[in-house]
């Protein structure tokens, strides 16, 4: 079983550059290759922000980040960053971390490919 910790939300203003954190622990070598990023907004659904295999060798973002938000692995000590920049008030919402097995470019967003979920962390941006 994987456990997932998220850290670094907060309330912040546009334009803002927060780092957000998120380190696995259990039994993680066996169950996870991959960690990203999804975000939910009041109201809305669960959207993929980003995703990376931990080696590093392939990330993916959403079209709507793109260019300013980067996505970081730790291999060794099984955590991912994400350096939010240039945010927007639209980019407020309750990031969640996860863990999958596997990650494709067809289907990184997919929720349903993650198998451990963090509690998540709040980010509020203010215009």
């Known amino acids: 079983q994987v456990q997932l910790s998220e850290s670094g939300g907060g309330s912040v203003q546009a334009g803002g550059s927060p780092t957000l954190s998120c380190a696995a622990s259990?039994?993680?070598?066996?169950?996870?290759?991959?960690m990203g990023w999804f975000r939910q907004a009041p109201g809305m659904e669960r959207e993929g922000v980003a995703t990376?295999?931990?080696?590093?060798?392939?990330?993916y973002y959403a079209d709507s980040v793109k260019g300013r938000f980067t996505i970081s692995p730790d291999n060794a000590q099984r955590t991912i960053e994400l350096q939010l920049t240039s945010l927007k008030p639209y980019d407020t919402a309750m990031y969640y971390c996860?863990?999958?097995?596997?990650?494709?470019?067809?289907?990184?967003?997919?929720?349903?490919?993650?198998?451990?979920w963090g509690q998540g962390t709040q980010v509020t941006v203010a215009a």
């Open positions: 996860a863990a999958a097995w596997a990650c494709y470019s067809a289907s990184w967003y997919s929720r349903g490919q993650y198998k451990a």
């Open positions: 259990g039994h993680t070598h066996a169950s996870h290759n991959c």
């Open positions: 990376t295999y931990l080696d590093g060798s392939r990330t």
